[in-house]
């Protein structure tokens, strides 16, 4: 099935597609793309101003007229004008901008299905540009990750992909064993004359360096995958001491069931919201506490299993029905279970404002305690600038940061022909076997950009993009 979309991706045909998100709106945009996209505008548009043909037309220009058929005007359009290879496919293309209307929409797309071209596929036109040498496959990948860019954080990585970045790191690497790889080639044509081209105490030191990039890269999938997909924050603490009511005070809205009844929340609830341009995934779990409930119990379960995927936990507490004591034990109990020493925690001392004495806990100062009131979303602010500070990522948008899991299996396979690479470098192992080796870690390398290519893999990525991009 997926040989079969690859196959349909790679065709001559002329594609079309709605490029703006579906509904009424001010204007919408049609894109054609392909060697009849001139001839088939043509017999649709007509300029108002002049008899100017969209195929005689200057390349990168705009034209107004209206698109007719049937001898019926369906809208005055805005033509944009593309030539080969200088858009975004390397094909020939126009883009008609037309009203919003839905009606208008369909009517176009249906006019150039029957003046010649065919409704596009999901990811083909960004296909076409991966295929006419327009971008590599891993800028491809961050077109996608570009449009469903929701915070400045995951913007930033998306863009500097785009714009070549990490590719640009691949092809360094590339480069670097490719230009090894051929002097042991050459080393290989002359082996009855026992000649060495290749200096291998300046190949440990390359594989070395490389390594050093590709770990360094790896490493950088955590912060990546994190930013695409949300810091997850996961609020915890006992039945009823407001942790629903704080989800709530964030989101503005009633996500979450608000009840003086303990074990209300039997199950995580999520939603996301930006703060200072990163995305955060606030997770309200149900109660921790001893329930002979079956349907709680499963709900507290899940708990734990949230606090094991957070990066910062939100222990919430009531400051009027507890003692430091209590707090301690919690936390005490809270630490055997989280393992992982980049994981905070953060204390919210809830209903501040019922204290009569506005007391506080003098609690271990390696955490941070914060007093609100989610109900009247008091010191709520101090929360955000926490976790703002908390993460810290500053990233520059020209910073490589690996956020794909494909690329992250791709360097994690080109890391372990790197460890071959030098076991063989030790082991004095012959020129050959070398060889072998490193044109492993090639594939793997080449597999990110598209150098090397397997028709599932390309079908599978492209498959999940928009129609239209």
Known sequence: ?????????????????????????????IRMSGKNSFLIADKIFFSIKSDKKISTAKANSILFGTIQFDDKIIDEVLVSVFKTPYSYTGEDSVEISCHGSVFIQQKILEILIKSGARLANPGEYTMRAFFNGKIDLSQAEAVADLIASSSESSHKIAINQVRGGFSKEINF??????????????????SEEDVQFADREKLKVLIDKIQQKVQSLMNSFKLGNVIKKGIPIAIIGEPNVGKSTLLNAFLNEEKAIVSEIAGTTRDAIEDVIVLNGIQFRFIDTAGIRNSVDTIENIGISKTFEKISEANIVLYVFDINKVSKQHIEQKLQELETFITEKDKKIILIANKFDLSNESKKLEIDSKYKTIYVSAKHKINLEQITETLIKTVNFNINSSDVVVSNVRHFEALTNVNQAIVEIKNGLE???????LAQDIRQALH??????????????????????CIGK
């Open 427 to 433: 082991s004095n192992i012959s020129g050959d076997f």
């Open 444 to 465: 793997y390398l080449g597999l990110i950009t598209g150098q090397v290519s397997e028709d599932e893999i390309l079908g599978n990525i492209f498959s999940r993009f």
């Open 1 to 29: 099935m997926k040989f079969l979309y690859f196959c349909a991706m790679i065709s001559q045909d002329t594609i079309c597609a709605i490029a703006t998100p579906a509904g009424n709106g001010a204007i919408s945009v």
């Open 173 to 190: 690497l590339r480069s670097e064993l490719l230009d090894f790889i051929s002097l042991i080639e050459l080393e290989l044509d002359f």
